[in-house]
């Protein structure tokens, strides 16, 4: 190790090898660590003890609504674009029970329940899906009210981010400004270089999990190297939305335009868009009663503003089209969900253009709607 | 980028994620064929003392193993510890409701949401219009206006139901009218008895006098009947900004973080249901919004 003192916001250089150290030193810490894996075909995210977890040699082959995975044999482990499955689930799980309740003498008493929540650490969080942690803060941390679930997840949170050097082809986190280099908000962040990764330290436990390892002081050659990346890969997006200042607008002021039912005539409303997005908050509540209905348990599960059920109500249901299905969802993404959290509700991750059967393309319809309103 | 909110301040909170208190059906008032007002009081005793609610605001009912459904305080703001909420019987829950005897219990989250501003307008005519059970969330303005007359002016209802026996609060009406406030009454198909209106609700609007340059109209109903209220009321050089709506949507949450009530930038559960119509005037002409 060499005699320099590590502090925040310092760029250290490690060996590949060293990172099963790192994780090592992060499980120290108190955390569980979660990372890609390749499983039925697809990146997914679980448990990952060390390097040999990784995804190494794999890419994805994405278009609008087609997904591959392929084997290269080039020796990269964080290279592989992400597929449908989002760290959203770690920290927003898609079914959380709230409580469960017993009934004696025609009284309800609620059953205690001891639920510990875990500690991730989450390895290899690309710079799209760092800035949706951010957009999920901004809705779910908020002034008025705080979803205490979640905050006490997200804050238990170890966060190893990785600068994204190979987008994608649905990828156009360049257009909305979150990638292809990770934002604020990590623990560590991670450049991965054809011989060695570059780190940034970016909290007070991610220096003192590099406190344990061998690094050396990042050289000019290495961070040189990994600046042409970063720029490599903005210019290599897969798909582009120019002007993003201008989209919200486009397409609020435009809520009555005949596109509307010109893409809902494709749209089949699914919602596959909305379980693969990873800032979609929505949910429901169910009751799920046992058999000898004497006890009853209420579960919140993700929801879709394109289930029918969403907006059903007494009086009727009042987005009845899928017409007016699609419109919510996009007008809330690029649009309303600016005026409701000050952030856009979209990081470009093109998960929802991959995996629309349909194969919609937001920054298709996004286009449209900017060039009518020029 | 980490939240900032002190984790001593809602650690311990981490178990109540939309977790009901528990109240009791004290009383239970028929109103109308399949509609009734169901009187409630919290169990706890420091929870009841504290509870305050203001006019037009709902609470999240719920049925252990039927679910929540989102209900408008029906009662006087001024007795908070008998909570009441006047329900029709129409979706799962409320047909679970109907179904609770006095001494039941029901799990209670709220209040939540907007309130209409009546303390706003003392001194000035009021015109209150509601369609069916769109009375319920106006009557604690109702009981706000009994309990202090002489601090508003005209005070004019104007409603409307199905049929006659569809109306609420019919006992009330002459107590009401005792205290000077007019009530115009409609149905949209009388029956053999009915001597009054027929017809839809803003066709009451020519004939009610009031001071248009000195009146607030607050309107709950079917959206289709508020839009025509609203025509009127401006026909009636009421200025927006003293016409206001509530506005019902599918609710699960009432804080603003489940989705379901959105129309448009809103969240219909925590920026309304109370709006002026000022502030839903670029929205409220969109259908299926």
């Known amino acids: 190790m060499p005699d320099m003192k590590l502090t925040l916001n310092n760029e250290v250089v490690i060996q590949k090898s060293e990172l099963d150290a790192l994780l090592a030193a992060v499980r120290q810490q108190g955390y569980q660590t979660v990372g890609p894996v390749i499983k039925h075909e697809v990146l997914q995210y679980g448990p990952i003890e060390g390097i040999s977890d990784l995804p190494q040699g794999y890419t994805s082959v994405q278009d609008a609504g087609s997904y591959r995975i392929k084997n290269t044999g080039h020796s990269r482990y964080f290279d592989i674009t992400p597929g449908a499955r989002t760290w959203k689930e770690y920290i927003y799980p898609p079914r959380k029970r709230l409580f469960t309740l017993s009934k004696e003498n025609r009284h309800w008493e609620r059953v205690k329940i001891e639920e510990e929540i875990p500690k991730y650490a989450l390895v290899g969080v690309r710079p799209c899906e760092l800035q949706a942690i951010g957009v999920l803060d901004a809705v779910l941390v908020r002034k008025d009210f705080t979803d205490p679930d979640y905050f006490a997840r997200r804050s238990r949170l170890f966060i190893l981010a990785v600068d994204c050097l190979h987008p994608g082809d649905t990828c156009f986190c360049a257009s909305m400004g979150s990638g292809p280099e990770a934002g604020e908000g990590y623990d560590l962040k991670l450049t991965e270089l054809d011989d060695c990764f570059l780190i940034r330290i970016g909290s007070d436990i991610g220096l003192a999990v590099m406190q344990e390892l061998n690094w050396e002081p990042a050289t000019a050659f290495c961070q040189q190297a990994a600046q042409r990346g970063l720029e490599h890969a903005a210019r290599s997006m897969g798909r582009h939305i120019r002007d993003i200042e201008s989209v919200p607008d486009a397409i609020l002021d435009n809520l009555e335009h005949p596109h509307w039912i010109e893409v809902s005539a494709r749209c089949m409303s699914c919602g596959n868009c909305t379980f693969v997005c990873p800032t979609c908050f929505c949910w429901d509540a169910v009751d799920e009663v046992s058999v000898t209905i004497k006890e009853t348990s209420r579960y919140r599960v993700w929801d879709s503003c394109f289930n029918l059920a969403y907006s059903a109500q007494a009086g009727g249901n009042t987005r009845p089209s899928t017409k007016s299905r699609y419109r919510q969802w996009l007008s809330h993404k690029f649009g309303n969900w600016q005026k409701q959290f000050n952030v856009l509700g979209c990081v470009g991750c093109g998960r929802c253009i991959t995996w629309c059967p349909a194969g919609i393309d937001v920054t298709e319809e996004v286009k449209v709607f900017q060039e009518v309103s020029s | ?289």
């Open chain 2, 1 to 289: 980028m980490r939240p900032e909110v002190p984790v001593a301040a809602i650690a311990h909170q981490a178990d109540k994620l939309l977790s009901p208190d528990w109240a009791k059906v004290v009383e239970i008032t028929p109103e109308a064929e399949g509609i009734a007002t169901y009187w409630l009081e919290l169990e706890d005793e420091s929870l009841r003392q504290r509870y305050r609610f203001a006019h037009g605001q709902f609470n999240m009912l719920y049925i252990p193993g039927y679910g929540e459904a989102a209900i408008s305080i029906s009662s006087d703001p001024e007795k908070p510890d008998r909570i009441g909420h006047t329900i029709r019987f129409v979706g799962n829950v409320t047909r679970a409701v109907s179904r609770l005897k006095v001494a039941d219990q029901v799990g209670l989250r709220g209040p939540f949401g907007t309130a209409w501003p009546i303390e706003q307008y003392k001194g000035r005519d009021v015109v209150l219009s509601a369609g069916g059970i769109g009375l319920a969330p106006l009557r604690p303005v109702i009981y706000e206006i009994y309990n202090h007359r002489e601090d508003y002016g005209k005070v004019v209802i104007l409603y409307g139901a199905r049929t006659p026996k569809d109306l609420l609060y019919v006992n009330e009406f002459p107590v009401w009218e005792e205290k000077d406030i007019e009530l115009m009454v409609t149905v949209d198909r009388a029956d053999q008895d009915w001597t009054g209106q027929v017809g839809v609700v803003p066709m009451l609007f020519y004939r009610a006098r009031f001071d248009t340059n000195n009146t607030v109209v607050f309107s709950c109903g079917p959206e289709i009947m508020m839009r025509f209220v609203v025509f009127e009321g401006l026909a009636r050089r009421i200025p927006p900004e003293h016409i206001y709506l509530s506005l019902e949507r599918n609710m699960k949450c009432g804080q603003g973080m489940c989705g379901h009530c959105q129309m448009g930038p809103f969240f219909i559960c925590k920026d309304g249901p109370v709006y002026c119509y000022e502030e839903l005037e670029p929205y409220f002409h969109l259908e299926d919004l």
